[in-house]
């Protein structure tokens, strides 16, 4: 089926932009924000544009992800979502959920992805994209052996670009029978805040891991110092 052209202005911004990599750079192919600007003139905050892109699937890599790349380029790596068609009712993460549902499993799961834990309108670390929640399909493996499909709160990044996980709850509440009294309380508390505070020895043992070898030797020194 052809394509709309991304130069019918009748079309929104992003939808035009969209095209317009599709078709004129490609997947694999390189843009620049400045050609971009040139190409649509009219239309303010581009990037922004692209931003839009990735929240709906698209990868669009800049010099972080791939190092071949100048510090102006970016790569078109995967086409996502086919934003430039209309949508009749909801997308299929949705289908069949009113909005008191959907309202209902944002509360219920706290307003964050329960894959990656970040929450509406926060900035990914590695890039500018900010996210947005969607409501996703999760199949769960129950107690009776029998599996059943659940709705969970996840960003438009995890659901699109990660592959479908399903949960075990079973073997997970199995694993409960493993734990002493001490850690049950403490997992008790976690679940019931729904956030794990990490301590300070946790914490030192993470910034230990994340040290070049060198450092790592004069910790280890340091440490040994302090035992005596």
């Not at 839009?52 to 078109?76: F, P």
């Not at 219920?108 to 890039?127: L, M, N, Q, T, V």
Request: hydrophobic share 35%; proline share 3%; with cysteine.
């Amino acid at each position: 089926m052809a394509l709309p052209s991304w130069e019918d202005t009748n079309l929104g911004s992003m939808k035009r932009v969209a095209l317009w990599l599709a078709t004129a750079a490609g997947e694999g192919g390189i843009f620049t924000y400045a050609q971009l600007r040139d190409v649509f003139p009219g239309v303010a905050q581009i990037d922004r544009r692209v931003r839009d892109l990735r929240s709906r699937g698209w990868r669009i890599d800049t010099a972080r992800e791939d190092t071949r790349l100048g510090a102006n380029e970016l790569r078109l790596v995967a086409i996502g979502e086919a934003v430039w068609e209309d949508r009749k009712g909801p997308g299929k993460d949705t289908s069949g959920l009113t909005g008191t549902r959907r309202r209902d499993v944002l509360a219920k799961d706290g307003h964050i992805c329960r894959s990656c834990g970040i929450s509406p309108g926060e900035e990914y670390a590695e890039s500018y994209e900010r996210s947005q929640l969607d409501i996703a399909r999760r199949e769960v493996r129950l107690v009776d052996g029998t599996t059943a499909v659940e709705l969970i709160t996840e960003c438009r990044r995890c659901r699109v670009g990660a592959p479908r996980l399903e949960t075990d709850v079973a073997q997970t509440i199995a694993e409960i029978s493993h734990l002493g009294t001490m850690e049950l309380r403490m997992l008790s508390s976690w679940v019931d805040g729904d956030k794990r505070d990490f301590g300070k020895v946790e914490l030192l043992w993470a910034a230990y891991r994340t040290m070049p070898a060198d450092s790592r030797a004069r910790f280890r020194a340091a440490l040994e110092s302090s035992l005596g």
